[in-house]
């Protein structure tokens, strides 16, 4: 048994490292074609003028759960909600934050999003499931601010045009989503967008079979961080639990615990903590996955509600911290300071609130 649980972790981190691989490399390939553009022109077409505040949140969620990067769609985006910001003299903190809220949005639910990936795989369970448990949180949350962005910004007034948008450009990302809620294996939905990207591409001459080639290795060659990261935390997690501490932790976790609800509050503490300190909400959950499934599995937890809860509660830690990669690139590309933005980052405030309220009041399968 300790062979075949060894051998099953193994494959776990392989082929999970084979979707960041191709998830990177779809979403340089899509990238390179031109797609994010029309998603973003897109987004923004469809909103009222008076609407921009809310618009540049709804594009932020569309293209964030599209490319499933929240680092992808604040490079994005930031840019186009500074342009309004200097040319309406809006605040520039509200919109920065407008977009990196929506980024989470998409960081949270996107079947390409690493952690998705890693949520899903450490709890196993579908990504379909994931999803549908997840969006029940998420969908809430994102109404509720889009009706706060609404009253705080029925003042302005949208002043940019926006042009340059190709339907065949929106098909990449739609094929990702479709065939992904239709429960097809991960991998197979990764290589059916890529060959859907590649396609396109080749027809309409935006790309040569080299320049796909350099996009898919380019897209490969931004993963390597968290392939590195991934890799060493899971010998750190694979050395813990050949010595029992993963296990000691869960029974000292447990001894406190009184029912499924203090279960998910204990793991929705443990993946905040721990993100806290490493500022990275994909090893975060890595980290706290194996202690989550002993737990989730000793009280009965579904594991798609488990890892539900990692994804919600690791993004809601993400957005609240300075310090966190997303942030500090919207604080870069904005100029200005990252502690400006914070209080304006309603999203994660309210999907905290949303999960919470759902660990409280969630009536138990």
């Known amino acids: 048994m300790p062979q075949s649980n060894t051998t099953k972790n193994e494959s776990d981190i392989l082929l999970m490292l084979l979707i960041f691989i191709l998830a990177g490399a779809f979403s340089m390939t899509a990238n390179r074609m031109g797609c994010i553009d029309s998603v973003v022109n897109l987004s923004l ?32 985006l930031t840019p186009i909600a500074a342009g309004i910001a200097q040319r309406e003299g809006l605040s520039l903190p509200l919109l920065t934050a407008a977009v990196v809220g929506g980024s989470f949005f998409g960081d949270n639910l996107s079947f390409i999003s690493d952690t998705t990936i890693m949520a899903t795989r450490t709890q196993g369970c579908r990504m379909k499931d994931k999803f549908l448990a997840n969006i029940r949180i998420a969908l809430p949350a994102a109404i509720i601010t889009v009706i706060l962005y609404c009253v705080l910004g029925s003042n302005i007034h949208q002043t940019s045009n926006v042009s340059n948008i190709n339907a065949l450009h929106i098909l990449p990302y739609a094929t990702i989503f479709v065939l992904a809620l239709c429960g097809i294996h991960v991998i197979l939905v990764l290589l059916a967008g890529i060959l859907c990207a590649s396609v396109i591409a080749l027809a309409q001459g935006t790309l040569t079979l080299a320049g796909i080639w350099n996009a898919m290795w380019d897209g490969t060659q931004s993963m390597h961080d968290l392939i590195i990261f991934t890799i060493c935390a899971a010998v750190i997690i694979y050395w813990l639990t050949s010595r ?5 932790t869960v029974n000292a976790l447990c001894r406190h615990i009184r029912g499924p609800r203090a279960a998910e509050a204990s793991i929705s503490s443990a993946v905040i903590a721990v993100d806290m300190l490493t500022a990275n909400n994909t090893i975060a959950i890595l980290a706290v996955g194996p202690v989550a499934r002993h737990i989730a599995q000793r009280f009965h937890i579904a594991p798609r509600r488990t890892a539900s809860i990692l994804d919600t509660m690791s993004c809601f830690a993400q957005g609240i911290i300075p310090w966190g990669a997303q942030m500090l690139i919207a604080a870069g590309l904005a100029s200005i300071n990252p502690i400006n933005i914070l209080p304006y980052m309603y999203y994660p405030f309210i999907l905290g609130i949303f999960m919470a309220i759902s660990i409280t009041i969630r009536k138990r399968q």
Do not use: M, Y
């Open 45 to 76: 077409l469809i909103l009222p003028d008076k609407l921009i505040l809310a618009g540049l949140f709804i594009a932020s969620c569309i293209v964030s759960i599209s490319i499933g990067t929240s680092c992808g769609t604040i490079a994005a």
């Open 244 to 248: 029992g501490i993963i296990e000691k």
